[in-house]
């Protein structure tokens, strides 16, 4: 089954993309919850002179999202939790990373961070996606609490 997204959706697409998924995703799943509609001849038409008359803007948002990555890079991010030895008591997830970048001045949502769990004290790199062209890896360090 063709669809064409209306909406990113972790895993399978960018707003605006043609996929193809199996039956049940889409009809139960995807145009239910308003993330995707039919991939129809004319609704392909329809996307195609959107795209064109995206293009040029699209230039402008990617370079937003430079100027963001770039204000990123500069930062240094440190977390404190409470450990034993190196050992976290609990974990540091991209909650915990969207915070630390807030407080600095840089919100970003905690859906385009990603980093995994961690559980020791240490130096960490997470991926942030600001844009689909526009994906930066961000270092940070978890500390003991004192």
Do not use: C, W
Request: net charge positive.
């Amino acid at each position: 089954m063709e669809l064409i997204l209306k909406k990113d959706v972790q895993d399978l697409g960018f707003k605006d993309d043609v996929v193809t998924v199996k039956a049940g995703y889409g009809r139960n799943f995807l145009i239910p919850q308003g993330f995707a509609q039919m991939a129809t001849p004319s609704a392909k038409k329809v996307l195609a002179e959107n795209l064109k008359q995206k293009a040029h803007k699209e230039a402008k948002v990617i370079d937003d999202a430079k100027k963001v990555a770039e204000a990123l890079k500069a930062l240094e991010i440190k977390i404190t939790a409470k450990a034993g030895g190196d050992k976290l008591f609990g974990s540091i997830t991209n909650i915990d990373i969207a915070e630390a970048l807030e407080k600095a001045g840089q919100p970003i949502d905690r859906k385009f961070i990603t980093s995994g769990i961690v559980k020791r004290t240490g130096k960490y790199n997470a991926s942030v996606r600001l844009h689909r062209d526009v994906v930066i890896e961000l270092p940070y360090e978890i500390v003991a609490e004192k």
